[in-house]
T-cell receptor
Framework: KQEVTQIPAALSVPEGENLVLNCSFTDSAIYNLQWFRQDPGKGLTSLLLIQSSQREQTSGRLNASLDKSSGRSTLYIAASQPGDSATYLC??????????FGSGTRLLVRP | GAVVSQHPSRVICKSGTSVKIECRSLDFQATTMFWYRQFPKQSLMLMAT?????????EQGVEKDKFLINHASLTLSTLTVTSAHPEDSSFYICSALNRGPANYGYTFGSGTRLTVV
């Protein structure tokens, strides 16, 4: 059974810091991995999607990497801003197209 | 980009009544949609997979008669919470699988906050 773990569960940093969020999964047979952002009481916004054949994806200040063999992904946020404060969720798509979510990392960027 | 519209965003209903939540893919066809439930400060729990033109597939522990799912067209799936009780109060989120060549991933709706009183 696929299990997705995110570390840390919560993170508080001062504005301007670069930071790394970690995601690990137990079964490497994935279709893709997706990072989402969720603001309180809101739905999910897709940030980056990495296909299983890819190693990384970049969008603006965000960079996500994928090491499928070791079951790990990282989300790198450069020059963090207070507007980046949210919960970040990692999810892997299994062979039946189901998304398995991690428990998320709650990020607070202090002004 | 792919957009999924979920309606209503917030609903309050009396115990014993039924509530219908709609999930629409606005600019793509979605043969497969998914319904999730999220408790406060917890991650998303997959409830069921909705396939256009066929019966939904429910995850273990999810009551089929309680959570009725209909996927009558390629752009619309509905979740009806029947005979709602306070313990059904939760945040429900739908998503659609976008099989477009540039984006083989999920697009999520904005969620529905259900409160049963």
């Amino acid at each position: 059974k696929q299990e997705v773990t995110q570390i840390p569960a919560a993170l508080s940093v001062p504005e301007g810091e670069n930071l790394v969020l970690n995601c690990s999964f137990t079964d490497s047979a994935i279709y893709n991995l997706q990072w989402f952002r969720q603001d309180p009481g809101k739905g999910l916004t897709s940030l980056l999607l990495i296909q299983s054949s890819q190693r990384e994806q970049t969008s603006g200040r965000l960079n996500a990497s994928l090491d499928k063999s070791s079951g790990r992904s990282t989300l790198y946020i450069a020059a963090s801003q207070p507007g980046d404060s949210a919960t970040y969720l990692c999810a892997v798509m299994d062979s039946s197209y189901k998304l398995i979510f991690g428990s998320g990392t709650r990020l607070l960027v202090r002004p | 980009g792919a957009v999924v519209s979920q309606h209503p965003s917030r609903v309050i209903c009396k115990s014993g009544t039924s509530v219908k939540i709609e999930c629409r893919s606005l600019d793509f066809q979605a043969t497969t949609m998914f319904w999730y439930r999220q408790f406060p400060k917890q991650s998303l729990m997959l409830m069921a997979t909705s396939n256009e033109g066929s019966k939904a597939t429910y995850e273990q522990g999810v009551e089929k008669d309680k959570f009725l799912i209909n996927h009558a067209s390629l752009t619309l799936s509905t979740l009806t919470v029947t005979s709602a009780h306070p313990e059904d109060s939760s945040f429900y989120i739908c998503s659609a699988l976008n099989r477009g060549p540039a984006n083989y991933g999920y697009t999520f709706g904005s969620g529905t906050r259900l409160t049963v009183v």
